[in-house]
């Protein structure tokens, strides 16, 4: 049931790497889900992909949780896709990490790919982008103090 709800059925007697990256990913999240956790830990699980099947996999993650309400914490360095996922970011500061700052994203669901291209979803990432600058620089400044 689950391989048909991320689009492979058909392909479940395939070998992992008889599969593209995307039907990897899909099959990742299939053997994650099938042991019906209550919280999703998703660490960098894109990363590797291109843009598209990205795109494509960040509507089925939005999919999955829109459908099963399960908790997802999904790691990435990538600010768009934070955005487009969450509902609350945690940014963490260069080493030593630590909480540097909680962002609440208030944009409704479900969510389109092109809301990527909105003034206000672009004005998102920039401030989450200034407030990452910014304590790099601050971390910098401090340095050279001494």
């Known amino acids: 049931k689950l391989l048909e709800r991320v689009g492979l ?14 039907m990897q990913q899909r099959a990742s999240i299939v053997r994650s889900l099938a ?20 795109d494509e996999m960040n509507l089925l993650v939005q ?3 829109m459908e099963t309400g399960k908790t997802i914490a999904f790691v ?7 955005i487009f ?21 208030d944009l409704p669901r479900p969510r389109r790919v092109e809301i990527q291209t ?5 004005k998102r990432v920039m401030d989450i ?4 600058d910014h304590q790099r620089g601050a971390k ?6 001494g």
């Open 9 to 22: 059925g058909g392909f479940n007697d395939k070998y992992p790497r008889e599969l593209s990256g995307g």
């Open 35 to 54: 042991v019906e956790p209550s919280i999703l830990l998703m660490d960098e699980p894109f990363g590797a992909l291109d843009a598209f099947t990205r």
């Open 63 to 65: 999919e999955i949780w």
């Open 76 to 82: 990435t360095h990538s600010i768009p896709e934070a």
């Open 85 to 105: 996922l969450a509902d609350r970011i945690v940014v963490m500061s260069a080493r030593p990490g630590r909480i540097a700052a909680i962002v609440d994203v």
């Open 118 to 122: 909105e003034p206000e979803f672009i």
């Open 129 to 132: 982008k200034v407030m990452i």
């Open 140 to 145: 910098a400044d401090h340095s050279m103090v």
